[in-house]
Structure formats: structure tokens, C-alpha cells
């Protein structure tokens, strides 16, 4: 275990999650075409107020459990990212229990999908386990590559292992998978499969009111964890010169956090199963010579 | 604090443990396996094991997901619609279980367990590292030989194909 | 919390899981019992570890290799059940003793 934990960080946490999810949501907006920053706020206002529906038949334990724990992993995930100096929970494991919890939204999006007992909900349930065997492998290998590099889980001691270069700039295939698994872990974007179209917007469908809000927050909140925990991982953390640790830390994970909304506009859906072949064939093997040429490096 | 959470942690364990065979639909055993899982992983990180605690959790998780796929796929009733009976030898296996854990409590509670040796490094994780990599390295080894050859053994195993593949 | 306490939890783990792999007639049940065997396993390992020899990392082995393990199950187990449905539409333990003695 780190240093001790400000109190402010305890208080702050929330506050910073909820203004990343506010803002990522309003910039979704403005990248849509004739979109408006207020927008989501309306959309949230109005599913506060809308009553829920209920298919016969749900699981109603199930499904309220699978959109509950997608906020409520994002922000355990979001805990052990530095903002700063300190995590609010530092811990000498942060990559894997980060993982750990980006891994809920598997059992979140299944069911959430099984819960509603409808078929649409359903098939997104099932296309998101699939797309998660095809981008958790090279996103676990990205993951342990920064941590190699650092000889450290913990993402503290990674952000601090980058004094002079960023690993973004000398690994640049596991920063350029563990983006692309940013998108995939919060299906966001060409990774939306689930949520596609085709299936009538997939896991959701049958969600409404509060339990929509929740869901789609929740999803905001994984991606913007992903950004935010990019930066111990591939940017150097809190580093960097007249500002203040927190306030690098913030602009960085914006940095990060902003092309990824963006591209959500401009890129058509991968299908999963397609995703699947390029991860196996491409990106897994990829991700292994980068750890390779990392772990010679470090050897030496 | 510590001790709160142990009992907490541990009647919970158990019971969701039950719970696997106790409810109808499949869905609901598979998440109740898991969230007994959860409890054990919690149980290690109490026991000052952060690094197979959180890889339990992280594990178990995925384990289970794709556990329920296969639920579904072969269970006649995975949602539960139908109540029905999928036991055989009820009495028997309880009472098995019950003399199992007689004689295992019997046991634990009797023995005299030896004192503690040495203190716990401070960084477990980093032991570990150490020992599979050092004095352990053929438990690494035969483990990931097994690994190995059990990937190729389902995959055989499960592909309609036969050994020799198709064309895509 | 005591070394007896952990491992009475870890008995009581796998009694449960025993009695489910004994009972259940479907395949993946019976997995399920088994898995829930090891947890218990797991449990006892940690507790092993942290009351008895913590300087060692043995415990810390040997909850790499359960866990290994119950990885390998569930994959083998899987293969086994998906190659037995395919061969005769079977998924249950009762209708799959060929070899009983």
C-alpha cells in the first residue's frame, strides 16, 4: 500500500467521474450532426421522470443487477487510478483489479441482455461476450506490457516509472490495443455491435427510464475510466511542468477521452465476429512481440 | 472490522454456494456461483493476498460468463419455466456431503496446528513472481504445458469439424 | 479470525460442492460442484499461506495451480459435454455410462 489517501480524493472521486461522464455525453452531442452540448442533460432529465416498462417474463433481480454494476465498476475501477499524486484506494495490484472490474461489464451487458427475457436484448448479451474473448487477450497483454516495463501492478508506481519517456512513445502497439479495447470494453463506437442497429439497439432495448439513464451513464463511465486510466498507463501520469499534478492529469485523460468520443461519428460498427478473426490473428500476436521487445529492453 | 467482514464474507460464500443448486433458472445458479466465487476472492484479500484475491475476482468472472453460455446452451430449462428435477440420489449425495464436512470440521478443529513460521513478505505479489520463476519454476512449467495441451484437446474435442478443419 | 475459522469455511465450501456434484444429474452442473470444490481449495491455500509458513510462497502455488485448474476443468469439461451432445443429444450423467462396470 502507497502514501495515505487525501480526503479530498474521497470526495473529489465522484464529482470527477460524474463531470467526465457530463462532458464526454455533451461532446457526443456536439459531434453529432446538429447536436446541441444540452442535449443529454434534457435526455436525462426526461428518463428521470419516465416511468419504467416491463416485459412479462423478465428476471427483473437479474437485469437490475447487470445495469447496477456497470456505473458501480467503473467508479471501483476508477479507484485506483492516480488523480495526481494518490488513488483514492491505492493498492500495490492496480492493473489487475482495474481489469478486474472493466471485466464486470461482460456480466453486466449478459444480464442486462438475459434479464429483460426479449430477444434483441439477448443477442447484444451474447455479441458482447464474443467481442470480449476477442479484446480482453490483447488488452490484458497491453496492460501487463506497461507493467513489465515498470516491474510494478501498481499504477502509481507505473505513472512513475515514465520520468523520462512516455511509454506511449516507445511502445506504441500496446498503447494503440489498449485504446481500441477502450472502445471495446465500454462498446462504444466501431465497437457498438451490441448495441447495433440491426438489433434494434441490442442490450438496452427494453430498458427505460431510470434503468436506461443508469445503463447508458454507466457506459460513459467505463469509457471515461479507460481514458483516465490510459494516463498512469501510457502518458506519464501527473507529470508535467507549471501545472499542477491533478490538473495534467485531467487535461491528459481529456486528451484521450475526446478522439475516442469522437470517432464514434465517424467510423461504421465492426462487426464482432470480424473483430474476433483480426484480434486472434492480428493483434494478439502483435501485442506479443511488443511485450517481447519491452522485456528486452528491460532486461538490459 | 476485519473479523465482520470474515463472517460476512464466509456466510455469504456458503450460501450463494447452496443457492447454485437450490434455484430454478440457470442464470440465476451460474451468477450465484459467481458471487460466491466474489466471496472467496474476498476472503483472500482479507488474508493480505491482494494479487490471487483480485485474480480470483478477475477469473471468476470471465469464467462464469462463458460458463452461462454453455448453461443455456445445454440445459433443457435454463430459465426456469418448468420446474423440474434434474437430481439423482439426493439423499445419498447430502449425506456424503454432510459426513464430509463432519469429518473435515472434525479434523480442523482437533488437530493441533503447527505456529506460525517466518512473516508474510511485503509484497506477496512479488514472491510469488519470484518462487514461480525461481525454486517453482517447474509447477510453471507443467502448467503451462497443461494449458497447452488442454486447449488442443477441446478444441478438437468440440469442433464439429473433426481434426482436419474445413473450409471457412 | 483464526486458521480454524478459514478452513472450516473452506470444509463447508466443499461439502456443498460435493453435494452438488453428486446430485446433479446435468454435466454442467455437476462442473458447477466441482468448481465450488475448488473455491474451497482456494480458500484453504490462502489460509494455509497466512497462518502457517507466510515467509514461503508455497501457499501462493498452490492457489496458482487451483485456480489453473479450475480453468482446465471447465475447458475440458465443456469440450467433453460438447462433443457428447453432438455425437447422441446427451448432456446428462445417467445416460452417458457406457463404461459402468
Known amino acids: 500500500m502507497g502514501e495515505a489517501t487525501p480526503v479530498w480524493a474521497v470526495v473529489a472521486l465522484p464529482l470527477v467521474l460524474a463531470g467526465l461522464i457530463c462532458s464526454a455525453a455533451a461532446l457526443d452531442a456536439v459531434f453529432c450532426a446538429g447536436g446541441r452540448p444540452a442535449d443529454p442533460l434534457r435526455e436525462g432529465v426526461r428518463l428521470l421522470l419516465q416511468q419504467r416498462r416491463r416485459t412479462r417474463g423478465a428476471d427483473l433481480l437479474l437485469m437490475r443487477a447487470g445495469v447496477i454494476s456497470l456505473p458501480v465498476a467503473a467508479f471501483l475501477a476508477a479507484m485506483v487510478i492516480p488523480l495526481g499524486a ?86 506504441p502497439v500496446a498503447f494503440a490495443v489498449y485504446l481500441l479495447s477502450a472502445l471495446a470494453m465500454a462498446f462504444w463506437g466501431p ?61 491528459k485523460t481529456y486528451a484521450v477521452l475526446v478522439p475516442l468520443v469522437w470517432v464514434r461519428q465517424r467510423v461504421p460498427v465492426v462487426r464482432m465476429d470480424r ?20 522485456g528486452l529492453v528491460v532486461l538490459d | 472490522m476485519q473479523v465482520v467482514a470474515f463472517w460476512a464474507l464466509a456466510v455469504a460464500a456458503v450460501g450463494f454456494g447452496a443457492a ?149 | 479470525m483464526s486458521l480454524q475459522a478459514f478452513l472450516l469455511l473452506a470444509a463447508a465450501l466443499f461439502a456443498v460442492g460435493l453435494y452438488g456434484a453428486l446430485s446433479q444429474q446435468s454435466v454442467v452442473m455437476l462442473m458447477m460442484g466441482l468448481e465450488l470444490m475448488i473455491n474451497g481449495i482456494l480458500v484453504a491455500a490462502g489460509a494455509f499461506w497466512h497462518y502457517v509458513a507466510p515467509g514461503a510462497a508455497d501457499g501462493q502455488v498452490l492457489l496458482l495451480v487451483a485456480l489453473t485448474v479450475m480453468a482446465l476443468e471447465m475447458a475440458a469439461g465443456f469440450a467433453v459435454v460438447t462433443a457428447l451432445y453432438r455425437a447422441r443429444e446427451v448432456d446428462t450423467t445417467d445416460d452417458a455410462g457406457d463404461l459402468k462396470g
Not at chain 1, 480482453?136 to 505513472?159: C, K, N, Q, R, Y
Open chain 1, 86 to 171: 494518490a488513488p483514492v484506494l491505492p493498492s500495490s495490484v492496480g492493473v489487475v483489479w482495474f481489469n478486474a472490474m472493466e471485466v464486470v461489464a461482460w456480466a453486466s451487458l449478459w444480464l442486462t441482455g438475459w434479464g429483460a427475457d426479449s430477444a434483441f436484448p439477448l443477442i447484444g448479451g451474447y455479441r458482447f461476450l464474443a467481442q470480449g474473448l476477442a479484446y480482453e487477450l490483447p488488452h490484458m497483454f497491453a496492460l501487463i506490457t506497461a507493467a513489465l516495463a515498470a516491474g510494478s501492478l501498481d499504477l502509481g508506481a507505473v505513472a512513475a516509472a515514465q520520468e523520462g519517456l512516455w511509454f506511449a512513445v516507445w511502445m
Open chain 1, 191 to 251: 465497437m457498438g455491435h451490441p448495441l447495433a442497429g440491426d438489433v434494434a439497439g441490442g442490450v438496452p432495448l427494453e430498458l427505460a427510464g431510470p434503468d436506461r439513464l443508469l445503463f447508458f451513464a454507466g457506459r460513459l463511465a467505463l469509457l471515461a475510466v479507460a481514458a483516465a486510466a490510459a494516463v498512469p498507463l501510457f502518458l506519464g501520469g501527473g507529470a508535467g511542468p507549471w501545472l499542477p499534478a491533478w490538473a495534467w492529469s485531467l487535461v
Open chain 1, 275 to 294: 473483430f474476433m478473426q483480426v484480434a486472434w490473428t492480428v493483434l494478439i500476436p502483435a501485442t506479443l512481440l511488443q511485450m517481447l521487445v519491452v
Open chain 2, 20 to 168: 447454485v443448486f437450490a434455484v430454478n433458472s440457470m442464470a440465476r445458479a451460474t451468477f450465484a456461483l459467481l458471487a460466491s466465487f466474489l466471496c472467496a476472492g474476498g476472503e483472500l484479500l482479507l488474508l493480505g493476498l491482494a494479487y490471487p484475491g483480485v485474480l480470483t475476482i478477475l477469473m471468476m468472472i470471465m469464467e462464469m460468463l462463458v460458463m452461462a453460455v454453455f448453461m443455456i446452451m445445454y440445459m433443457m430449462d435454463p430459465g426456469g419455466l418448468m420446474p423440474m428435477s434434474m437430481v439423482h440420489g439426493r439423499r445419498g449425495a447430502l449425506a456424503i456431503a454432510a459426513g464430509v464436512f463432519a469429518a473435515l470440521a472434525a479434523g480442523i478443529v482437533l488437530t493441533p496446528w503447527p505456529h506460525r513460521q517466518g512473516a508474510p513478505p511485503r509484497d506477496p505479489a512479488f514472491a510469488l513472481g519470484e518462487a514461480v520463476m525461481g525454486p517453482k519454476m517447474p509447477v510453471m512449467m507443467v502448467a503451462g504445458v497443461a494449458i497447452l495441451a488442454t486447449m488442443i484437446a477441446s478444441v478438437v474435442l468440440a469442433t464439429g469439424r473433426g481434426r482436419y478443419g474445413g473450409a471457412e
